[in-house]
């Protein structure tokens, strides 16, 4: 069964620290890719970044980047220099390449404290 | 480019009724999916329609079902509800689904009472 685990159901972090949100996954497909989603208050779901299973290198956007270990199933968030605007729910999730389903992790809530 | 739009966005309804969601997806969009976000359950794939046809249905009993018309847009519909069915109803549109990004809409807000 394909399957997504986040195992933290809260963190909280300061303002402009770094902060690191775990996700492990359980598959037996060789293609397919991983994301993250932030959803703010305000419902709408938001794709924060993406990782090919493929690919080697670490996915980065701006002050998002992620830990792709693929032996190990495991796919972090790393966010950098922390804003109050990324106080949200993050959801980690995965998609079979030949398939349009996605499987979403329970979500981390994520406080930024000023 | 107007994003998804999905109506209404809160809903009350009455055990035993059935209720009608609407989702317009970005245009040009062919794909959209359904999912279910519950406190318990998380967010649960419903079902994908792509070009009027369903491709794709996850677990979830007959009640729910949906539709695609021809300008892709979709509903879905719950019948006869129960407190269970109580969640955000979110809605994802793609260009082709599969190996495209999905973007979503804010979602309906159902309360069974």
């Known amino acids: 069964a394909q399957t997504v685990t986040q195992s933290q159901p809260e963190m909280s972090v300061q303002e402009a620290e770094t902060v690191t949100l775990s996700c492990t996954y359980d598959t037996s497909e060789s293609d397919y890719y991983l994301f993250w989603y932030k959803q703010p208050p305000s419902r709408q779901m938001i794709l924060v970044i993406r990782?090919?299973?493929?690919?080697?290198q670490n996915a980065t956007e701006n002050r998002f980047s992620v830990n792709f270990q693929k032996a190990a199933k495991s796919f972090s968030l790393k966010i950098s220099d922390s804003q109050l605007g990324d106080a949200a729910m993050y959801f980690c999730?995965?998609?079979?390449?030949?398939?349009?389903?996605?499987?979403f992790g329970k979500g981390t809530r994520l406080h930024i404290l000023p | 480019k107007a994003g998804v739009t999905q109506t209404p966005r809160y809903l009350i309804k009455t055990r035993g009724q059935q209720v009608t969601l609407s989702c317009s997806p970005i245009s040009g969009h062919r794909s959209v999916s359904w999912y279910q976000q519950t406190p318990g359950q998380g967010l649960q794939f419903l079902f994908e329609y792509f070009s009027e046809t369903q491709r794709n249905k996850g677990n979830f009993p007959g009640r729910f079902s949906g539709r695609q018309f021809s300008n892709s847009r979709s509903e879905m519909n719950v019948s006869t509800l129960e407190l269970g069915d109580s969640a955000l109803y979110l809605c994802?549109?793609?260009?082709?689904?599969?190996?495209?990004?999905?973007?979503f809409g804010q979602g309906t807000r159902l309360t069974v009472v």
């Open positions: 994802a549109s793609s260009l082709e689904g599969k190996n495209t990004e999905a973007f």
């Open positions: 999730a995965y998609r079979v390449n030949r398939d349009d389903k996605i499987i």
């Open positions: 990782q090919e299973a493929y690919k080697q």
